[in-house]
């Protein structure tokens, strides 16, 4: 299953239960801030993570797993492309939801 | 796998033939329509009760010069979400008047249990995980809003007492 | 107001409690996800960007004040405050839990609304003109006939798992405002000459990636008959609309592929073996639904209202709101007014909770407690007295309700967009924000006259910009949002596609155009020639030279 990559890449999923947007840390738990996410430099690195991901899928945890390119913003790994990013901050029409509030934006543990 | 009763109708007990595998006398068998269609009369002469497999996208004109010939009908699912094997079943019933076992297999899932049964369905197999909840999803409802080629009237008719009537003209 | 029976009641009842169990065993994981994903759809439940997405249903655009009522507190409990009413007569909640849907579905239920079929492969919901059984330019109530669609294409056992979306629509005036050549299945209500309704009956129509105008297949249908024909079609679409292909599936393809003539012979030799099956309605079953919506006992009032008529010379937005957010109602003294929710920078068809239940609060007072959506995202009270105008207009002004641009520039359709769809390229909201702000001046405005303009954020097009006057497509250009320039579509009567007229714009380029595009218009336009007709006369060249420059 080794394909080219083009550049560092991270994984964003939505929850299950209430569909709140993680990306996946370097030990397979998600986090809602996407400077936390485990980013993979190479085609190894992002089978490891995608392994990792698909566990908390079978476990019923997130679905709708992606791999996405990622960039650096203020040191810290953030999605590179524009959809990706707006799954990071929240609605830009409403700067009142989503986790440009706070990273904590209604969180729960689940 | 488990088999789901879906009408009470006497299921049929049969093996499905390999491509090249030669019915033993008598024997109750499934085979693919195509092969049906090619060894003709020879096959139907050999076999006990033979019932066709088919394809979701089997048009069912070609299924006319059979009718008198099959005992049951196995309408195999590509996917749950193919929907051409419920028209295929109407079709069944409707246009050829096959009164025969319909069974449905492949991956079909448990909340299809009323469809299946409302499209012409006897039976479905199904993993054995999955049994209970096929039945439960038969009990899911017991009003309709159409009327089926089942003999289920629609409740358009029901609120008036109409239960078998042929529409007026 | 349709009003269910106890076999309506446990229908839907039965649906909750079946959703209410899906949803455990996904949880569960006794159902796949990919399993699960269709089933969670005919409940109206997406997963967008941020969370899930519930579309729940108003069938055929009318619902009571109390279930606004309903629909506010919805938003307020499980959403974030507000929601948005749809193109397709629906509200959407942007920020549901899957574990509180059920809940959600339950008190819907307990006031007669449902989120049935909004999504999925399977028929949804229908929608009809925002006047029915209203307006002054009506053959016939076209929601008696949407209501008895509904019921039999609910749970249809053959039709939940069809190539592809099908969505019907149904208008029973002339003027169409329901968009019926754009849908699956157009259906024109119609009288022959026996005085006898029926339907014309046309196939075909959508939009997505390939645009097509739906064909008449059946000059007319009688009443009668408008299920099992219905029947026909489908069973046609569903044995052979293209599965290989989801681009490919729709209806509008497999008509193309065999011709309208053919698809109307298959359908007519399948109907013939079918009608007189009893599949359609007996006769005191279309009595009966139809006395649901026999007409609200309205007095005759006089047209002229003096008061209404000095304040509408006192005070401009006022008389601007009188011309162009009231349509004539069939009893005289009486109107059916249009709540724009396209105040300008604000979100195109999203409405606070506090905002619905002031519309309800005015429902109960001035129109029979009943209220509408339009496909074009605003709210409507239909049977006003013309008296009532200058109480209602205060009120919805002090909430930010009162902005007098139904069908005017800024009265927008935009999809969604990038800010929550997962399948979006671009933004609209923003674009529709924008063009807001940029045109905010409601004698400019006036003066530009009727004009629709249409932004869909990518290529599906729920923002109909095939249909706009003016429609805006964004599209992702190497990771930056870009916006195409499309002019002349209708989704009238007068059914037309936009065509694109060039290169695309980045934000403020495609605003810099559609100013110039507008300047065109002016300049070209004969004597109280609208914009649609003055670019049907005129052409594409000259608004391309002045967007684009000579070569």
């Avoid at chain 2, 028209?87 to 469809?115: H, M, N, Y």
Wanted: glycine fraction near 8%; hydrophobic fraction near 40%; include cysteine.
């Amino acid at each position: 299953m080794a394909r080219k990559i083009k550049g560092p890449q991270m994984i964003v999923a939505n929850r299950l239960l209430d569909g709140r947007v993680v990306f996946m840390k370097a030990d397979g738990t998600w986090s809602a801030v996407a400077g936390d996410a485990a980013v993979a430099a190479d085609e190894a690195g992002v089978e490891a993570l995608e392994v990792l991901a698909q566990k908390s899928a079978d476990e019923n945890y997130v679905l709708s797993i992606e791999v996405i390119d990622a960039t650096e913003r203020d040191g810290k790994p953030f999605p590179a492309h524009m959809k990706f990013a707006m799954q990071a901050k929240g609605p830009s029409v409403r700067p009142d939801l989503g986790y440009q509030v706070s990273p904590a934006w209604e969180q729960t543990d689940l | 796998m488990a088999l789901v009763n879906l009408t009470g109708i006497q299921a049929g007990d049969f093996t499905v033939l390999a491509e090249d595998q030669t019915p033993a006398e008598g024997a109750t068998v499934a085979v693919p329509l195509s092969r049906l269609r090619d060894e003709g009369d020879d096959f139907f002469k050999v076999a006990g009760p033979v019932g066709a497999v088919l394809a979701t996208d089997t048009n069912y004109t070609d299924l006319a010069p059979l009718m008198n010939k099959l005992a049951f009908v196995v309408i195999d699912f590509p996917a749950f979400g193919d929907g051409r094997g419920f028209s295929l079943a109407v079709r069944l019933r409707k246009d050829l008047g096959f009164k025969g076992e319909i069974r449905a297999t492949g991956p079909v899932i448990p909340d299809q249990a009323l469809f299946l049964l409302r499209a012409g369905f006897d039976t479905v197999e199904v993993s054995d995980a999955r049994e209970a909840a096929f039945k439960a999803a038969l009990k899911r409802f017991d009003t309709f809003y159409q009327t089926d080629y089942t003999g289920q009237v629609s409740l358009a008719h029901a609120r008036h007492g109409k239960n078998q009537e042929r529409k007026a003209s | 107001m349709y009003a269910y029976d106890k076999y309506d009641h446990a229908l839907v009842n039965s649906r909750v409690a079946e959703f209410r169990d899906q949803v455990e065993r996904r949880v569960k994981g006794e159902l796949t996800e990919e399993e699960f994903r269709p089933l969670r759809l005919m409940n109206g439940l997406y997963l967008q960007l941020h969370a899930y997405m519930l579309r729940v249903a108003v069938p055929y655009g009318t619902l009571s004040a109390d279930q606004m009522r309903t629909l506010a507190h919805i938003a307020r409990k499980y959403d974030k405050g507000y929601g948005h009413f749809t193109t397709r007569q629906n509200i959407q909640y942007n920020w549901p839990k899957l574990s509180d849907t059920p809940d959600i579905l339950q008190e819907l239920a307990d006031v007669e609304m449902h989120a049935i079929q909004t999504s999925g492969n399977c028929i949804r919901n229908v929608t009809t003109d925002q006047f029915a059984g209203a307006t002054a330019d009506e053959i016939a109530d076209p929601r008696p006939y949407a209501e008895l669609i509904r019921q039999w294409s609910s749970f249809h056992p053959e039709f939940s798992f069809l190539p592809r979306k099908f969505k019907i629509a149904i208008t029973g005036a002339d003027i169409d405002r329901a968009a019926v050549k754009w849908h699956d299945i157009g259906l024109v209500v119609k009288k022959n000459d026996a005085g006898e309704v029926g339907f014309e009956v046309l196939v075909g129509g959508g939009m997505g990636r390939t645009p097509v105008i739906a064909k008449t297949i059946r000059d007319f249908l009688p009443e009668k008959d408008l299920l099992s024909y219905l029947e026909a079609i489908l069973r046609v679409y569903n044995e052979q609309g293209r599965r290989d292909n989801k681009y490919k599936a729709r209806i509008k393809i497999l008509v193309d592929a065999l011709g309208a003539d053919e698809y109307a012979r298959q359908t007519e030799e399948e109907w013939q073996k079918i009608k007189d099956l009893p599949i359609d309605f007996p006769a005191e079953e279309a009595a009966r639904i139809k006395a649901f919506f026999a007409p609200p006992p309205l007095q005759v009032l006089e047209d002229n209202v003096p008061a209404v008529d000095e304040l509408a010379k006192k005070n401009f937005i006022f008389g601007a709101w009188l011309k162009n957010n009231t349509n004539q109602h069939k009893v005289p003294g009486h109107v059916n007014v249009t709540i724009s929710l396209k105040p300008h920078g604000g979100i195109p068809g999203d409405a606070t909770a506090e905002q619905m239940e002031l519309v309800a609060a005015l429902a109960d007072e001035y129109s029979q407690g009943e209220l509408r959506i339009s496909h074009e995202q605003n709210l409507i009270l239909p049977h006003v007295a013309k008296k009532d105008l200058p109480a209602i207009w205060t009120d919805l002004d002090e909430a930010g309700l009162g902005i007098p641009n139904a069908g005017l520039l800024t009265d927008m359709i935009a999809c969604p967009g990038l800010d929550y769809c997962s399948l979006a390229n671009a933004r609209s909201i923003p674009l529709a924000q924008e063009l807001g702000k940029r045109f905010d001046d409601f004698k400019r405005l006036q003066d530009i006259g009727p004009l629709k303009i249409k932004i869909s954020g990518c290529i599906n097009s729920c923002g109909h910009h095939h249909a706009g006057h003016i429609g805006i497509l964004g599209v992702d250009r190497k990771g930056e949002e870009n916006y195409q320039l499309l002019l002349g579509g209708s989704g009238a009567e007068d059914a037309s596609k936009a065509a694109i007229l060039g290169p695309g714009f980045d934000e403020n380029g495609v605003i810099d155009a559609i100013e110039k595009v507008v300047a065109v218009y002016l300049g070209e336009r004969t004597d109280g020639e609208e914009f649609l007709a003055t670019y049907r006369r005129v052409g594409p060249d000259v608004f391309k030279e002045a967007v684009y420059g000579t070569r």
